[in-house]
């Protein structure tokens, strides 16, 4: 018997497998059927997590090995242990996330855009939600997995669209956009501010730094009743999203707003309060900080290793350009003030970073920006819409194009070297690395260069014994020894974001907080954390009741349009929230595949089994591809219900109301057909579609066409009464 990926199917395998072998004692076989019917609960996920069903199922298999009289029975009991004390993990998935990790319980797969999320947002419910016009629900869901819904909305990378199942039948979900929408159609509305969960632990816990992940961290260990203090070097919190992000693409009222939210959740904040000296962390055990939680973000930016270029003046790496920028916006001294009216500018790099500052540089009043990147656009991580955006606002970029040096004159930078690129074949991994091409050498003329080309921790508060403990020295990140609780070398130490990662994006940073507070809580007390807190499937199932058309309409979200040229040389929010109309439609586009998995048997069944061929979802495997026709259903369904009654997950429903019978897929109706009723006892109980369905299958097999209409209940009787008789073929 081949290992499942799934343990807790692999544990059902294993006593079904010695059950049919009828080898064992009337003991066993009915302490094994009682395991069966735990594991059934597990992976139909309804086990109840104050159940400890792990527990019942290890007793009850050591019943058999203490009390069963026959062999084979007792070595399967001691598999069964054997499985469950090497898998805990996958078991506690099951029953406390409702997750199955490898995908083989159906009621139990998560769709692939949350899966997609680092930090588990429940996409499909708030997306319906939003669709519904329920904003301050869609909101409070979200808020159930992130603290920063309006900050998420407008920066973050949004991997969950690039996994959404419907950009294979046309364009994805504008999921992020949809997120931004219940934010601020929730704070237009005047939400109110949340009321301070109860202090349920003495413990107090403190975080180093007030980014993404720290904030995470301080909102989530707040909410599960703890004292949080956020200590933050800098005058604003934020981390990096108040001194790293333009406020053209994240203004600081809804940064603000939101610390406000955290605020009064009973988290502390100390501002212009670093880490450093004296006050180290060794200070922070001996106020009485049970825990502590390092995010001190990736704040040291990077130059290539060029001879004379610190001596130059107008080199910049760009975390340091944008945070110089950031903190005279916020009325701050910076470290250098930057001067580029009427400059030529040169940005080296391909990421977000890079694309800010040269969106900063047009703001500053720069003649001319460049960007300058070594491979081509499809490989260019900065996200397709800042891209664009950048281009539209008068960003040059050039493609497969890497700096060589940089010179200047008079202690000023006056040009950069450069060297065209060519693709090479692709390696083993599958990607074409850019070689150089002979004599392409040229150069730009700049008044300005901006690297953007990396940055990485600055982690000199770490001290002595601990720098040795806590960080790796080649890759100058402080290292995790658990990830599922982000917990250090170091016990009751935990880090996240990147200080861990390195440059990363907003929502890995949020998931790795979030990680983190589970993980401190579980120190804290005393238990062991066998899951990620990070993937779970809810419960709950808001469904959009649409029409096959509705489901088929494409997205009226259109990323061009909502940009605002007017704002263009302006600090001031650059794109617009999409309208409530879009939204509707975006969310009744959703293919629901929380609960659709895909699993292609309703397909098959109506096309191989019944020849209908009335279901056409050419994004499901089974199809091979083929066109997706969601009004399809509508002209050749029958109504049989063999769809219903194979689905394994729920997703279609079937009910008769009113004389006619509805199926649905995740609230899309497929077909509303009208019954007909029992000529013997009146009940409605198929579809007209159906009978004749069936009568043109028998026609002539019996001597004659099959057309009275007679229910399942009835036929026996009738039957037997000799009243309804088929009379034989001659």
């Not at 975080?207 to 260990?221: E, I, K, M, T």
């Amino acid at each position: 018997m081949a290992e499942s990926g799934c343990m807790v199917k692999y544990t059902e395998d294993i006593i079904n497998t010695f059950l049919k072998e009828e080898a064992c004692c009337g003991l066993c076989r009915r302490m094994f059927n009682n395991i069966l019917k735990q594991l059934e609960a597990v992976r139909e996920g309804e086990a109840h997590r104050d159940q400890d069903i792990i527990e019942t199922i290890g007793l009850l298999a050591g019943d058999i090995i203490n009390s069963c009289s026959c062999d084979r029975g007792r070595q399967t009991a001691g598999r069964v242990v054997s499985v469950l004390r090497d898998n805990l993990g996958d078991f506690a998935a099951h029953i406390e996330k409702r997750v199955c990790p490898s995908a083989e319980c159906p009621q139990l797969v998560i769709a692939p855009c949350q899966a997609a999320c680092p930090a588990g947002i429940d996409v499909p419910n708030y997306v319906a939600l939003v669709g519904e016009g329920r904003y301050e629900e869609a909101l409070d869901l979200i808020r159930e997995d992130v603290p920063l819904p309006g900050v998420l909305g407008r920066v973050c990378e949004h991997p969950c669209t690039k996994h959404c199942v419907r950009g294979r039948v046309d364009s994805p979900i504008a999921i992020c956009a949809l997120k931004r929408l219940a934010y601020d159609k929730a704070r237009e509305a005047g939400s109110k501010p949340p009321a301070p969960p109860e202090r349920k632990y003495g413990e107090r816990v403190a975080v180093v730094g007030s980014g993404p992940a720290g904030l995470s961290a301080a909102y989530f260990l707040a909410k599960r009743g703890y004292g949080v203090t956020i200590f933050e070097a800098m005058s604003e919190p934020g981390g990096m999203l108040a001194y790293g992000i333009p406020p053209y693409r994240l203004p600081r009222e809804v940064l603000r707003d939101e610390i406000a939210y955290i605020k009064a959740l009973g988290v502390e904040f100390r501002l212009n309060t670093p880490i450093s000296g004296n006050y180290d962390l060794d200070a922070l055990k001996k106020e009485g900080y049970a825990a502590i939680f390092l995010s001190s973000g990736a704040w040291e930016g990077s130059k290539p290793q060029i001879p004379n270029l610190d001596k130059l003046k107008g080199v910049y790496d760009g975390v340091s350009f944008l945070r110089s920028v950031n903190r005279e916006l916020l009325g701050e001294a910076a470290e250098e003030k930057v001067n580029l009216e009427g400059k030529k500018v040169v940005v080296v790099g391909g990421g977000n970073v890079a694309i800010d500052a040269a969106r900063v540089s047009l703001r500053l009043g720069a003649r001319e920006v460049r960007i300058v990147y070594r491979r081509t656009r499809e490989e260019m991580p900065a996200l397709r819409e800042e891209i664009e955006d950048a281009e539209k606002e008068g960003v040059i970029i050039d493609y497969l194009v890497a700096p060589t040096n940089v010179g200047g004159g008079e202690g000023r930078v006056r040009y950069i070297e450069c060297v065209r690129n060519a693709l090479s074949d692709p390696d083993e991994s599958g990607r074409r690395r850019p070689v150089p091409v002979k004599d392409s050498d040229y150069k730009i003329d700049a008044d300005a260069v901006i690297f953007a080309t990396g940055q990485q921790p600055i982690l000199t508060y770490i001290k002595g014994k601990l720098f040795i403990t806590l960080v790796d020295t080649a890759q100058k990140r402080i290292m995790i020894k658990n990830p599922l609780t982000m917990e250090t070398f170091q016990p009751g130490v935990f880090s996240g974001g990147d200080s861990v990662t390195g440059p990363a994006t907003v929502i890995m940073a949020v998931a790795a907080g979030k990680r983190a507070a589970a993980g401190i809580d579980a120190y804290l007390r005393g238990k062991i954390l066998l899951v990620d807190v990070n993937k779970e499937k809810r419960r709950r199932k808001t469904l959009i009741p649409v029409t096959g058309i509705e489901k088929a309409q494409p997205s009226l979200v259109d990323f061009h349009d909502l940009y605002l040229p007017e704002k263009k040389n302006t600090f001031e929010e650059v794109t617009k929230t999409i309208s409530e109309e879009a939204a509707r439609v975006e969310a009744r586009r959703c293919l629901r595949c929380d609960i659709c998995i895909s699993c292609g048997r309703c397909i098959d069944n109506c096309r191989t089994h019944l020849k209908v061929n009335a279901i056409r979802l050419g994004y499901i495997n089974s199809e091979d591809g083929a066109d997706s026709d969601f009004m399809r259903p509508e002209e050749t369904c029958i109504g049989c219900g063999t769809c219903y009654v194979n689905c394994p997950t729920g997703a279609i429903t079937l009910e008769d109301k009113e004389k006619f019978r509805e199926m649905r897929m995740c609230g899309t109706l497929m077909s509303r057909l009208e019954l007909v009723e029992c000529q013997v006892c009146g009940q409605t109980f198929a579809t007209a579609k159906h009978l004749d369905f069936i009568n043109d299958n028998i026609k002539g097999r019996f001597g004659q066409d099959h057309r009275k209409i007679i229910c399942p209940d009835c036929t026996p009787k009738v039957l037997s009464a000799s009243t309804y008789r088929i009379k034989p073929s001659v």
